[in-house]
């Protein structure tokens, strides 16, 4: 998994079929990751338990609360995975979730809608890191419709912002044009050929993920 491709013992990811290898493959990564400079963890989804590995980097002038991630993702009906990036934000230390932080988020994603977007990370890893564009693709979207009003959710929270039929409200059923979870993450989503890509090379495109978002920042 963590061979270089020119080596005889060089595998790709699609060799593993267990939930359990995944994991330790994902735990690797991170630590690979850490050892770059990057904040960095391995865990598994809620309730499938599917392997899934993240990595942060600050933006510009911030600490690790206002953040760029990048992360892969298993899937669970068929081989492969996916990679999400784009904007993490957490509360300052010591407070609670609120407006401030909602709308910084949201704001930083909107700036940066051309570079959280496939085309633009396709187009810069075509001239920075060729190696890593063949193992990407996307046959639709990689982002999501907008759907309800996300302003209501900047300004209330999703717990402040029940539905009119009384239901609680999510990002299911309210979002905007970004994928994420919470109302503190802003993603795109394309698809990883774990046919062509090893446990270094995920590594090497987190990476290079990250290091895209921090140049494509606004000034």
Known sequence: MFSDRSSDA???MSVLTQKFLARVVTRRIA????ARGLTAGASVTSGGGLAIVQAWTPTRGESD??????????WESKPGGEL?????FDPRPGR??????????????RSMDAAIDYDGLKGHLAEEQPELVQLLRREKRCRPAAKGDWEQVILHGFAGTRLPDGSKNNRTKTRPDFYGDGALRHE???????GQASGLDLTDLIDATLRYLREQQPL
């Open 84 to 88: 999400r990036f784009g904007v993490d």
């Open 65 to 74: 609360d206002r953040s760029f991630i990048a992360e892969v993702r298993w």
């Open 31 to 34: 630590n690979d990751l850490r």
């Open 96 to 109: 609670v979730e609120d407006e401030e932080v909602r709308r910084a988020a949201h704001e930083l994603a």
């Open 188 to 194: 795109a989503i394309v698809d990883i050929d774990f």
């Open 10 to 12: 060089w595998e790709p």
